[in-house]
Nanobody
Framework: QVQLVESGGGLVQAGGSLRLSCAASGRTLSIYNMGWFRQAPGKEREFVASITWSDGIPTYAGSVKGRFTISRDSAKNTMYLQMNSLKPEDTAVYYC???????WGQGTQVTVSS
């Protein structure tokens, strides 16, 4: 099994930045792409960004493109999400996801105040 642990969430003012981390442990020998999703209160979980683990190619949702940057450190089995120019509508619980094993982290709360 694979365990995913997110960290780095918090409260920030609009226009501010946060950096999320997702550390993978357990059976991580197989290479699978990973991604970030988020879920705001009363809304469905939505895709934010993903990255190919082998060569680091990112994909972004239109709502975050140009503001968020996804990256990974293969040696540390860790994925990151740098979030800049945050908006109140970015407020949500952010989850990391590992494709292939369909593993989810427990989520980390991001709150952006106006």
């Amino acid at each position: 099994q694979v365990q995913l642990v997110e960290s780095g969430g918090g409260l920030v003012q609009a226009g501010g930045s946060l950096r999320l981390s997702c550390a993978a442990s357990g059976r991580t020998l197989s290479i699978y792409n990973m991604g970030w999703f988020r879920q705001a209160p009363g809304k469905e979980r939505e895709f934010v960004a993903s990255i190919t683990w082998s060569d680091g190619i990112p994909t972004y949702a239109g709502s975050v493109k140009g503001r968020f940057t996804i990256s990974r450190d293969s040696a540390k089995n860790t994925m990151y999400l740098q979030m800049n120019s945050l908006k109140p509508e970015d407020t949500a619980v952010y989850y990391c996801y590992r494709y292939g094993t369909r593993s989810w982290g427990q989520g980390t709360q991001v709150t952006v105040s106006s």
